[in-house]
Nanobody, 121 residues
């Protein structure tokens, strides 16, 4: 079993930056051998949407949603079981709850509780 804890959200003005962190704990094997680890976001009344993350199949790929390409960067620190989401040039439409997600090699899925990002002047 894996636990994911997000941090780094908060209020920010348009054009500003935030860096989110997601720390994983628990099953060490799962944290080192996952199929996917990354970030979703959700606004009220909408489904969670995948915005960025790492797929490990086929040599590994980094995914970015078109709406955040060139503004957001996902990175990871394997030694700390942590992934990050650097968010620059934030816009009001980026306001959402951001969730960390991990899909283990056995397809088990884990979610964090989310961190709120509010972009407003």
């Amino acid at each position: 079993q894996v636990q994911l804890v997000e941090s780094g959200g908060g209020p920010v003005q348009p054009g500003g930056s935030l860096k989110l962190s997601c720390v994983g704990s628990g099953n060490t094997f799962t944290l080192k051998a996952y199929n996917f680890m990354g970030w979703y976001r959700q606004t009220p009344g909408s489904e969670r949407e995948l915005i960025a993350g790492f797929f490990t199949a086929n040599g590994g790929t980094t995914h970015y949603h078109d709406s955040i390409k060139d503004r957001f960067t996902v990175s990871r620190d394997g030694a700390r079981n942590t992934i990050y989401l650097q968010m620059n040039d934030l816009k009001s439409e980026d306001t959402a709850v951001y969730f960390c997600n991990l899909i283990a090699a056995n397809k088990a899925e884990s979610w964090g509780r989310g961190t709120q990002v509010t972009v407003s002047s």
